[in-house]
């Protein structure tokens, strides 16, 4: 497993939940890093990228309620989600390279990874 997502959860509306993704790539520092999530019958969606030189890009959705944030040295990628709400409920993916460089304008290095998933669910 190249990517490995944890911490979702089921949490109470307005609690706050920090998803990680750990890397097990070469070279993880130079790639960029997205979290997307897909909510039933919905398509998947970018909800926070970051770049390797870190700067951050958000969903109008969950600006100013989600932090995405990398540690190199640990190859990890987290997301941290505060006052979340039951329309954050999804599966959350961690990507790395290619598809969220794609998206945020930045270099892709031809490689494409993906996490498992993660659920998180929020009621009301």
């Known amino acids: 497993v190249q990517l490995q997502a944890s911490g979702g959860g089921l949490v109470q509306a307005g609690r706050s939940l920090r998803l990680s993704c750990v890397a097990s790539i070469v070279d993880f520092s130079i790639n960029a890093l997205g979290w997307y999530r897909q909510a039933p019958g919905k398509q998947r969606e970018l909800v926070a990228g970051?770049?390797?030189?870190?700067?951050?890009s958000y969903a109008d959705s969950v600006k100013g309620q989600f932090t995405i944030s990398r540690d190199d040295s640990e190859n990890t990628l987290y997301l941290q989600m505060n006052s979340l709400k039951p329309e954050d409920t999804a599966v959350y993916y961690c990507n790395a390279d290619l598809t969220t460089a794609r998206a945020m304008g930045e270099r892709d290095y031809g490689r494409d990874f993906w996490g498992q998933g993660t659920q998180v669910t929020v009621s009301s």
């Open positions: 970051i770049t390797s030189g870190g700067r951050t």
